[in-house]
């Protein structure tokens, strides 16, 4: 943690809400009724590394627990951001109404488990006296927001068809008033570094994400290494998908950098407001008929109007320029009407972006 720290690097602790009967911790949390109950049965709501049970975290008295052992083991020394891992909670065996939490069965209240994890560690740090507080969940409800929830799609396949179904995901969670989020980019299971279809997808996919709330590469890559099965994938760095891609998202990480002041403008304007990072083309422009019916580009912010190529083997697309303003593309001159669509040339090392004038 030193060495990262000198390095000018925050470090992210993965948290998963399981506890295992072999934890130091289960019988404590057993006998003092801090763990999500199963009306018949064992207890047991999932097996991943062994049979575990999670924590319930609509409990106010679990919720102090764990961020009790969270600070001796991790805040106090050093860890500031917290990965909150599993927070759907997802079940082994998917029965729902077997499981009964402190405020409900989980058939009424299930879904505000993610919301309470993300209270629990809120107001442990809150009360540490930390002010400036996100933590990276996998799953979000109605109010997350309020405790600094940055959330993230989940382990997604890595396929076209999911690619696109992100970018109506990320514009739903900002207009259901959750701005921070975001994706893993090329998605989490299945993509092979070394597969030229894989790659092409990771570059749009990363092309993409530079344009979202929080940019961030993760997966779990093909093929894992043999007789190691909890091992983490193949290399997911830059440079780890060929020379073809490495200098294309290079050139958008520059990007991602030259945007940073402008994003952190959208982030105090989120905080402040719960204005959305990712717009929808009628946000902005909400007296535009067309800007209602148009899917597949969006806003960045006010300024950027961004058409990510959603398909295989794309190297042209028609982006329509929203009515009330004018546009110039990113990287070039021309000054375009809107009100129109307009066809951009698309080859792989680029997506087309217009910015507002």
């Known amino acids: 943690m030193k060495e990262l720290k000198d390095l000018k690097i925050e470090l992210m602790i993965s ?44 409990n106010p008295e679990a919720r102090k627990f764990i961020w009790s052992r969270a600070k001796k083991n991790y805040y106090d020394k050093g860890i500031k951001v917290f990965w909150l891992d599993e927070a759907e ?5 998917y029965d729902f109404e077997l499981y009964r939490y402190h405020e409900g069965p989980n058939m009424q209240i299930g879904n505000t488990y993610p919301v309470r994890y993300a209270q629990a560690f809120y107001e442990g740090m809150q009360a540490e006296g930390q002010t400036n507080i996100v933590n990276l969940l996998r799953c979000a409800w109605a109010g997350s927001q309020k405790y600094g929830a940055l959330v993230w799609s989940g382990d997604i396949a890595s396929s076209w068809e999911t690619f696109r179904n992100q970018l109506s995901a990320g514009l739903n969670m900002g207009i259901a ?47 894992k290494p043999e007789g190691e099965p909890t091992a983490s994938g193949a290399d997911n760095e830059v440079w780890s998908f060929g020379e073809e891609a490495y200098p294309i998202l290079k050139k958008y990480l520059h990007i991602r ?25 009628f946000y902005e422009f909400p007296e535009d008929r ?28 028609t982006v329509y320029l929203p ?29 087309p972006v217009f910015v507002r004038q």
């Open 177 to 223: 008033g959750i701005p921070w989020w975001t994706t893993d980019i090329g998605g989490f299971h299945g993509g092979n570094p070394k597969d030229p279809k894989f790659r092409e997808l990771l570059i749009r996919w990363f092309q993409w994400g530079t344009f979202c709330p929080v940019m961030r590469l993760h997966g779990d890559r093909e093929p």
């Open 89 to 93: 909670p997802e079940y082994s065996v």
């Open 290 to 317: 067309k800007a209602w019916q148009v899917h597949t580009q969006y806003m960045y912010g006010h300024k950027y109007l961004v058409a990510p190529v959603l398909a295989a083997e794309r190297r042209e697309s």
């Open 15 to 58: 948290i998963w809400p399981t506890v295992q009967e072999s934890s130091e911790n289960y019988s404590e949390m057993l006998e003092k009724g801090l763990l999500i109950r199963t009306d018949r049965g064992v207890r047991v709501s999932m097996q991943c590394g062994g049979d575990t049970i999670h924590f319930d975290a609509t």
């Open 257 to 281: 950098e030259e945007l940073r002041n402008y994003t952190r403008e959208l982030m105090k304007e989120a905080h402040e407001k719960g204005s959305p990072v990712m717009r929808t083309c």
């Open 323 to 351: 009515a009330g303003a004018k546009w110039k593309p990113w990287d070039g001159d021309e000054i375009y009407d809107g009100g129109n669509g307009v066809e951009v040339k698309c080859p792989i090392d680029y997506m």
